[in-house]
């Protein structure tokens, strides 16, 4: 009777143990009450934007470590090299604003510069983006940033 009640025990732990194994998920993938964005910028020009254009975006994990979620919205600005800039923020909260801008830092805008800029919102999905915000301008600078913002939806 003692040896089937430790054999049952054991047995139950391996049950729920094995049972969890499908719903682990790393701290930098996205759950499912959380939505996966893309920030996309691309710049149409002739000249060369060697880190000249910034993007300015929202993002939710630790600035010293970026696969530790901490689920705080933060402004980061990286430069970019090229005409165009693809950004991924996996673990999203509903409910979170975000934002995404871009400038040239120029003395003056450059002339046949056009920026354009979006957000897609995938909900946990990584196939299944939906442009939620877009926007274009001619060559925005530092002092007038050309920038969009989204509200995540909170379901």
Do not use: W
Not at 91 to 120: C, M, W, Y
């Amino acid at each position: 009777m003692k040896r089937s009640l430790k054999f049952f025990s054991i047995l139950a732990c391996l049950v729920v143990a094995l049972s969890s194994c499908d719903d682990y998920v790393s701290d930098f993938e996205t759950r499912k009450n959380e939505y996966e964005i893309y920030y996309c910028i691309t710049y149409s020009t002739v000249y060369d934007f060697h880190n000249i254009a910034y993007i300015n975006f929202t993002a939710f994990d630790d600035p010293n470590d970026p696969l530790k979620y901490t689920g705080i919205a933060r402004q980061e600005e990286h430069s970019i090299d090229g005409t165009s800039a693809y950004f991924f923020e996996k673990r999203v909260p509903r409910g979170s604003h975000i934002q995404l801008s871009t400038f040239v830092d120029v003395p003056e805008a450059l002339p046949n510069t056009k920026a354009k800029i979006f957000i897609e919102v995938s909900k946990g999905d990584s196939n299944n983006f939906v442009k939620v915000v877009s926007a274009e301008a001619d060559c925005p600078l530092k002092g007038n940033p050309l920038t969009i913002s989204y509200d995540v939806p909170n379901e």
